[in-house]
């Protein structure tokens, strides 16, 4: 099966390099811009109800696949589908940000961790009683988190 995936914007951060990029969105206070293209600005209504929403993107400064890797927490090799390294066979991220003020096709965000120029492939509200779990276990995260 064959598909094709276009962006429907550029996620804008402080973040030139991805040494700056903190580990993870909860852990910066950096604030970032989304500019959805205009083409997509009418499926934006009603977004400005939601404090946080989740921005889906494609990792393009990713530089390829490693079924194990190393990452910042731990010294260990993990398989890259339990960890959240940006080298993937589809190297897509997802993060929640804080949806500050939207203007326009313009949504201002808080809680960024990607790169600046990141290619946005989709927006989803963040919502508690959907998303949220309990009773979750970590795996070799517990001791690191």
Not at 8 to 36: A, F, N, W
Not at 91 to 108: D, H, M, Q, Y
Not at 124 to 135: A, E, G, M, S
């Amino acid at each position: 099966m064959k598909f094709e995936l276009k962006p429907i914007g550029i996620i804008h951060t402080p973040y030139k390099d991805k040494s700056e990029i903190p580990c993870q969105g909860c852990k910066s206070d950096e604030v970032g811009e989304v500019e959805v293209f205009r083409e997509f600005e009418e499926a934006l209504k009603d977004i400005e109800g939601f404090s946080h929403i989740y921005l889906i993107y494609y990792f393009h400064e990713a530089t390829g696949y490693e079924p194990l890797t190393k990452t910042f927490l731990d010294d260990q090799e993990h398989g890259v589908f339990a960890t959240r390294h940006y080298n993937r066979p589809n190297p897509i991220g997802i993060s929640i940000v804080k949806l500050i003020k939207r203007e326009g096709n313009i949504l201002r965000v808080g809680q960024v961790d990607m790169l600046d120029g990141t290619p946005l492939l989709d927006i989803k509200p963040y919502v508690p009683q959907f998303d949220q779990r309990t009773n979750v276990k970590i795996g070799w995260l517990t001791d690191k988190v």
